[in-house]
């Protein structure tokens, strides 16, 4: 009986030398619609360094080209969680009566952190435009028509006594191809985020005009859930746990302490996964709140601009739009 016991044992023990059992078991998978950006530098981190795993999170990235799709696909339920720009097609989707709600910070414009420029090709520089007001009737390019790149030029163009009707707004549909119509000079100017801004700089192919982040301090961008996953709340919860502890290693060694081993590691995680070489990204790391904390106030601002250039179709209060005890919850178990 005990050499059939010791038999047994030594087949399962087999069994699993052969084949493991993968950590992924027993972990509940979310879909996560983001962009490759630096400003996704949380989400990376929290993938490669496991923070999500360890909080029962199996994160399955879905990449998307531009903000306002990953705002459609969380409404319709495609994608459980959407990181990205706010814009007026998420507003909408809310206005409209899709379940989103913006839950936590995934970066900011503001000064002294280099996220986004305005940026003139190299025809435009050598004619000397130095300052908004030379770009009056040309062209500048967004992604799309109540993108955060149009809620950027409104406002600055605002505050510099400008408007909208000053100059000539083109849709290019993607961070790409803004890149490539600037750099072959096919228009005048376009906003870019990093690290494509560092790339352009660096090959002398496009200058920046101005860093929004020193113009127009404001939150940019989100984490937002849908409906379905927001009906699953310990796993809101514990996603939001991971996040929120992701967003603390990124400030703490890249934001604070921009030095040393864990420094060149955040580099390389946001290399792995934007693909750009970590002297390029070292030139400007974007800021995010270090526990992840929404800027609430905010969000009114920019529901009553979108709502007043006829972008979304309902006025909007913020509670409308924003959900904090996600947020809330998953910090108050972080520090017990």
Not at 68 to 89: N, S, Y
Not at 142 to 163: A, D, P, V
Not at 182 to 192: G, K, R
């Amino acid at each position: 009986m005990q050499k059939k016991k010791v038999l047994l044992i030594g087949c399962f023990s087999l069994l699993f030398t052969i084949a493991p059992l993968p950590f992924s078991w027993g972990l509940t998978p979310v879909k996560v619609g983001a962009l490759k950006l630096s400003s996704s530098a949380p989400l990376f981190i929290g993938m490669d360094k496991g923070f999500f795993e360890a909080e029962g999170i199996k994160i399955e990235p879905v990449w998307f080209r531009a903000a306002q799709p990953i705002a459609v696909a969380t409404a319709t339920g495609d994608i459980d969680v959407g990181a990205t720009g706010l814009t007026a097609g998420l507003y909408n989707s809310i206005a409209q009566g899709m379940k989103i709600a913006v839950v936590a910070d995934k970066g900011r414009e503001w000064p002294g952190y280099k996220l986004t420029a305005l940026l003139v090709n190299t025809e435009q520089w050598k004619a000397g435009v130095r300052d908004l007001k030379d770009l009056k009737g040309k062209r500048v390019g967004i992604t799309q028509i109540g993108s955060t790149f149009h809620y950027m030029l409104g406002n600055i163009l605002e505050k510099r006594g400008m408007s909208l009707s000053d100059m000539k707004v083109v849709p290019l549909g993607s961070l790409t191809s803004m890149r490539d119509a600037l750099i072959s000079n096919q228009i005048e100017s376009v906003f870019l985020n990093q690290p494509f801004v560092a790339a352009v700089e660096k090959a002398e192919t496009g200058n920046i005009l101005l860093w929004v982040g020193d113009h127009l301090p404001y939150q940019v961008a989100a984490i937002f859930y849908g409906e379905k996953f927001m009906k699953n709340r310990p796993a809101a919860v514990s996603f939001m746990r991971g996040y929120i502890k992701s967003c603390r290693y990124y400030y703490d060694h890249s934001l604070i302490k921009k030095e040393g081993a864990s420094y060149q590691e955040i580099l390389n995680i946001i290399s792995k996964y934007t693909e750009e070489k970590t002297d390029a990204i070292a030139l400007a790391i974007p800021y995010n709140d270090r526990e992840g904390e929404l800027f609430v106030d905010d969000i009114q601002k920019q529901l009553d601009w979108y709502y007043k250039n006829n972008m979304v179709s309902k006025k909007l209060v913020g509670s409308d739009v924003v959900n904090l005890s996600f947020w809330k919850e998953a910090l108050y178990q972080l520090q017990k």
